[in-house]
T-cell receptor, first 113, second 114 residues
Framework: AQRVTQPEKLLSVFKGAPVELKCNYS??????LFWYVQYSRQRLQLLLR??SRESIKGFTADLNKGETSFHLKKPFAQEEDSAMYYC???????????????FGSGTRLQVQP | DTGVSQNPRHKITKRGQNVTFRCDPI?????LYWYRQTLGQGPEFLTY????????KSRLLSDRFSAERPKGSFSTLEIQRTEQGDSAMYLC????????????FGQGTRLTVV
């Protein structure tokens, strides 16, 4: 069964420090990986996905199939980055067209001034 | 707000009562998902619709849960004979059938069973 693991419940850093939120997955096929973010009192929203290979708000994530990891990184944290971050995996398009997400348990990032 | 809309935002009910939640997806999004999120956990998949057809149900969805999407637009999730273990945030998400696979989430309905 597919699984997403985020080992840290809380990551606290100072403003300007580098950030790395860890995500490991287990999946037998070729997954599509995402990072979702939830700011205080806001809805869950997509931050980035591995197929786009883009940087959003200074964050990047590289899919490492050998290590089955998809860690989220940012070189210099900002206070507005404080939020809950979820790593998620979407399985391949099946007969039903289902693209449901399997989420990790989330990491709360606190950026202190 | 043209995003996914969920009502009510909060629901407190007594154990044993039935509750129904509504989700209005983004217009023209064919795919609709329900998730449940308990404290300290990420969202867990419950069920999936493509248009009006419910194509998949998670093992998490017990017989007391039923979901509908009668006209392929809004969806309802009903929980019968609620239990304290049903207390959670219920999230709805929608996405288009083709192209972009991004799922857009609603703000959720927080259910508290007392």
């Amino acid at each position: 069964a597919q699984r997403v693991t985020q080992p840290e419940k809380l990551l606290s850093v100072f403003k300007g420090a580098p950030v790395e939120l860890k995500c490991n997955y287990s999946y037998s096929g070729s997954p599509e990986l995402f990072w979702y973010v939830q700011y205080s009192r806001q809805r869950l929203q997509l931050l980035l996905r591995h197929i786009s290979r883009e940087s959003i708000k200074g964050f990047t994530a590289d899919l490492n199939k050998g290590e089955t990891s998809f860690h989220l990184k940012k070189p210099f944290a900002q206070e507005e980055d404080s939020a809950m971050y979820y790593c998620a995996l979407s399985d391949q398009l099946g007969d039903t067209g289902r693209r449901a997400l399997t989420f990790g348990s989330g990491t709360r990032l606190q950026v202190q001034p | 707000d043209t995003g996914v809309s969920q009502n009510p935002r909060h629901k407190i009910t007594k154990r044993g009562q039935n509750v129904t939640f509504r989700c209005d997806p983004i217009s023209e999004h064919n795919r609709l998902y329900w998730y449940r999120q308990t404290l300290g956990q990420g969202p867990e998949f419950l069920t999936y619709f493509q248009n009006e057809a419910q194509l998949e149900k998670s093992r998490l969805l017990s017989d007391r849960f039923s979901a509908e999407r009668p006209k392929g637009s809004f969806s309802t999730l009903e929980i019968q004979r609620t239990e304290q273990g049903d207390s959670a945030m219920y999230l709805c998400a929608s996405s288009p059938t083709r192209g972009d696979t991004e799922a857009f989430f609603g703000q959720g309905t927080r259910l508290t069973v007392v």
